[in-house]
C-alpha cells in the first residue's frame, strides 16, 4: 500500500552512490525545445521503429480520439494520416512530440488528436516517417450506447511484469468485445523507474490492441527512485488525459464518456503530492461537485485508487477522502465507486457509511499483479476474498443495466452485481 516495496533485482545490486547519480539524471518528464534540437539532427541518420501505439481516453469518445505512441530517438519528420476504413480519402492530423527524461533513458511521446469522427465507426491510421510508413494503428469509436470495459486493479509488479501479462492476456483474450481498458492505478511499482515502465507496457501493449485506455494515478506513481514522494512526471508524460480545466493541477484527475456511463477520475494522492500540488485537493472537490451536476449520461462511474479503508491506520479507519469526497459522490447520484490499491476484493452497498442495499455501490477491485498484502475484512464489507487471488473485473452497461463481473484469469467468475434503473411512470 503506502509502504515502499522491495527494490526489484534489476536494482538490487545498485550503490547508494550510483543511485543517487541515477535519480539527479532522472528529471522530471518536459516538454524541452532546446533538448530536441540535438537530438533530432541525431534522428535525421536512422529513425526509430514506433512501439507502444495506445488511444488514450478522451472526454468524448464518439467523435474524438487522441493516439500516442513512443520511440527511443526522435523520429525524421513524423507525420500522421487517418482515414474511416470503409473510406479512401485520407486526412493528416498534427503530431505534437514530448521528450520525457526517463531513469536515464530517452522517451518521445507523440501525439495525434482526431476530431469530427462519426460514432461506432473503424478508423485506420499509420506514421509516416522518413516518407516510408513508420506504423499502423485501428480503433473504433464509441457508439455512444452499450458498453464493455475491463477493469483492472494494481498491476505493479516487484520484479517481473508476467503476473500482470497474465492476467491482462487471459482478460483480454476472453473478452475481445471489451471497448474501453482501465487500470485503477499503481500501474507500476516505482513510477521514476524506467524498467518499471518498460516491463509494464511490454507486457500490456498487444492486449490493450486498439481499446481506449484510461489509466487512474496511484500512489506508486508518485514514487522516486529512492523511493521518495514525487510528482507523477513519467505517468503524466505517457499519458495526455483529457484535460480538467485547471490551469494549475490539469490531468491530475479527469472525466469521460463511454457508452451509457459517465467516468469520474479522481486523485486519492494526497499524502504523496500535497506538498508539491498544494490546493489540487481542495480544487479537486468543486470541480466534482460541478463534474456531476454537468452530466446527462445514464451511469455515473467514480474511479478511484485509494479504497474507502486505510488499512495502514491501527487501527483501520476511514480515509480522509471519505470525509471529503465521499459525501460529493453521494449527493452528485454516483452509481458505482471502484477503487484499488489494498490488492484485495471487496463489495459493498453503503449510504453514508451504513449500510444500504440501495446505496452506492462500492468494489474494492483486487489484484492484478504479484504484490500481496494480508488485510482484515471490514465491518462495511459484504463480500470479501483471500487476499492471494489475482483477478479483473468486466463493466457492462447499457441504459437501464450496469453488471460489474469479476474474473479469474482462467476465467471463473467469482463474483457478479447489477444494477437496474428504477422503471419511469409511462403516461
Ligand atoms: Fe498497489
Ligand atoms: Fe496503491
Redesign the pocket.
Known amino acids: ?1 503506502s509502504d515502499a516495496m522491495a527494490l526489484p533485482a534489476p536494482f538490487a545490486a545498485i550503490s547508494r552512490r550510483t543511485f543517487l547519480s541515477m535519480s539527479l539524471r532522472s528529471l522530471a518528464a518536459c516538454a524541452i525545445g532546446s533538448l530536441l534540437a540535438p537530438l533530432r539532427s541525431a534522428a535525421a541518420k536512422s529513425s526509430p521503429t514506433p512501439r507502444f501505439f495506445r488511444r488514450v481516453v478522451t472526454q468524448d469518445n464518439r467523435t474524438t480520439a487522441l493516439i500516442e505512441w513512443q520511440t527511443d530517438a526522435l523520429l525524421d519528420d513524423p507525420h500522421f494520416f487517418w482515414k474511416e476504413a470503409r473510406k479512401k480519402e485520407e486526412r493528416e492530423a498534427d503530431v505534437d512530440v514530448k521528450y520525457l527524461a526517463l531513469d536515464g533513458h530517452n522517451v518521445f511521446v507523440y501525439r495525434a488528436a482526431l476530431r469530427g469522427l462519426a460514432p461506432g465507426r473503424d478508423y485506420q491510421c499509420r506514421v509516416v516517417s522518413a516518407r516510408r510508413d513508420a506504423g499502423t494503428f485501428s480503433f473504433r469509436t464509441d457508439s455512444g450506447d452499450s458498453l464493455k470495459a475491463l477493469i483492472f486493479p ?1 498491476s505493479q509488479c516487484d520484479n517481473s511484469y508476467d503476473a500482470w501479462e497474465r492476467v491482462s492476456t487471459e482478460a483480454s483474450r476472453r473478452n475481445p468485445d471489451a471497448s474501453l481498458w482501465v487500470n485503477l ?2 500501474l507500476v511499482d516505482n513510477g521514476e523507474s524506467f524498467y518499471h515502465w518498460e516491463g509494464w507496457q511490454s507486457a500490456t501493449d498487444a492486449s490493450l490492441g486498439v481499446r481506449a485506455f484510461a489509466p487512474v494515478m ?3 506513481e508518485c514514487y522516486a527512485l529512492d523511493w521518495k514522494y514525487a510528482t507523477p512526471a513519467a505517468f503524466l508524460g505517457l499519458f495526455a488525459t483529457p484535460p480538467n480545466g485547471s490551469t494549475k493541477h490539469d490531468r491530475y484527475y479527469y472525466a469521460f464518456d463511454y457508452g451509457p456511463v459517465h467516468f469520474t477520475v479522481l486523485n486519492t494522492q494526497r499524502e504523496e503530492l500535497d506538498g508539491f500540488v498544494p490546493g489540487l485537493f481542495r480544487e479537486q472537490a468543486a470541480w466534482l461537485a460541478h463534474d456531476l451536476a454537468r452530466t446527462k449520461q445514464p451511469w455515473r462511474v467514480a474511479l478511484l ?2 479504497d474507502l479503508i486505510d488499512y495502514d491506520a491501527e487501527p483501520p479507519a476511514p480515509d480522509e477522502f471519505v470525509r471529503t469526497l465521499i459525501p460529493i459522490l453521494e449527493k452528485g447520484g454516483v452509481d458505482a465507486v471502484l477503487t ?2 489494498v490488492h484485495a476484493y471487496r463489495r459493498r452497498r453503503l449510504t453514508a457509511w451504513k449500510h444500504d442495499k440501495n446505496g452506492v455501490l462500492y468494489i474494492l477491485s483486487g489484484n492484478a499483479g504479484n504484490c500481496f498484502y494480508d488485510v482484515e475484512r471490514h465491518a462495511i464489507d459484504e463480500i470479501a476474498f483471500a487476499d492471494n487471488i489475482v483477478n479483473f473485473l468486466t463493466l457492462e452497461a447499457d441504459e437501464n443495466r450496469m453488471t460489474f463481473r469479476c474474473f479469474l484469469p482462467n476465467g471463473l467468475q467469482k463474483d457478479f452485481v447489477t444494477l437496474r434503473k428504477a422503471p419511469t411512470l409511462e403516461e
Open positions: 500500500m494494481d492505478g499503481d496511484g500512489n506508486h485508487h485509494r484499488a490499491h
